[in-house]
């Protein structure tokens, strides 16, 4: 059964940095395309940022310079850097691993992430 289990969500300050991770089992990971979406309260789930089987990343505008995804398919695990965090940021994070090919899409159960001062 796959399994995706988020970590790093938290309180930070406006400005700070968070560190999300993902870690799978129970799939095989190098032949997903891994991603992050978030959803704020009242808000629909949206995508923050992907990285492809091969290691190309693809980013939401609203993140771009600021969020950095990756991957290390060794620890079947992908991570989001997240900097200059601000208030709009905060949502619960999701990680997803997507192979349309294969039509498999799995979902974590999320970390949240609080930006306040």
């Known amino acids: 059964q796959p399994q995706l289990a988020e970590s790093g969500g938290g309180l930070v300050q406006p400005g700070g940095s968070l560190r999300l991770s993902c870690t799978s089992s129970?799939?095989?990971?190098?032949?997903?395309?891994m991603g992050w979406y978030r959803q704020a309260p009242g808000q629909e789930r949206e995508l923050v940022a992907q990285?492809?089987?091969?290691?190309?990343?693809n980013y939401a505008d609203f993140v771009k310079g600021r969020f950095a995804i990756s991957r290390d398919d060794a620890k079947k695990t992908v991570f989001l850097q997240m900097n200059n965090l601000n208030p709009d940021d905060t949502a619960v994070y999701y990680c997803?691993?997507?192979?349309?090919?294969?039509?498999?899409?799995?979902w974590g159960q999320g970390t949240r992430v609080t930006v306040s001062s």
């Open positions: 997803n691993a997507e192979n349309k090919g294969l039509a498999l899409n799995h």
């Open positions: 129970g799939m095989l990971f190098s032949i997903y395309a």
């Open positions: 990285i492809s089987y091969d290691g190309k990343p």
